[in-house]
């Protein structure tokens, strides 16, 4: 059985920083796409970043040179730098897998298989 389990959000200041870490169990994931999403009350669900196995990555316009992904492969975890946050910012952050071996990274939704619960990061002004 596959379970992402998200960790390291919290309350922070504008301009603070977080890491969030999303450890994958049930599979081994060095070879799949991981990602990761937020959610806001009332709004729908938001690509923030796609790394493949090499480490080739893609952002969200919003989090672009402010987040970067990456990953431990020997870990089967994915982890998210956050930097120079804003109130914006406040969501549910979510981890994804692919389900498939592939180069190629989307930011749909659909494209991601397993997901994690969440974990609430919340950026006070």
């Known amino acids: 059985q596959v379970q992402l389990v998200e960790s390291g959000g919290g309350l922070v200041q504008t301009g603070g920083s977080l890491r969030l870490s999303c450890a994958a169990s049930?599979?081994?994931?060095?070879?799949?796409?991981l990602a990761w999403f937020r959610q806001a009350p009332g709004k729908e669900r938001e690509f923030v970043a796609a790394i493949n196995w090499s480490g080739g990555s893609i952002y969200g316009d919003s989090v672009k040179g402010r987040f970067t992904i990456s990953r431990d492969n020997n870990k089967n975890t994915v982890y998210l730098q956050m930097v120079s946050l804003k109130p914006e910012d406040t969501a549910v952050y979510y981890c994804a897998a692919d389900s498939a071996i592939r180069v190629g990274l989307a930011s749909s939704v659909n494209r991601y298989d397993y997901w994690g619960q969440g974990t609430q990061v919340t950026v006070s002004s």
């Open positions: 049930g599979r081994t994931f060095s070879r799949y796409p």
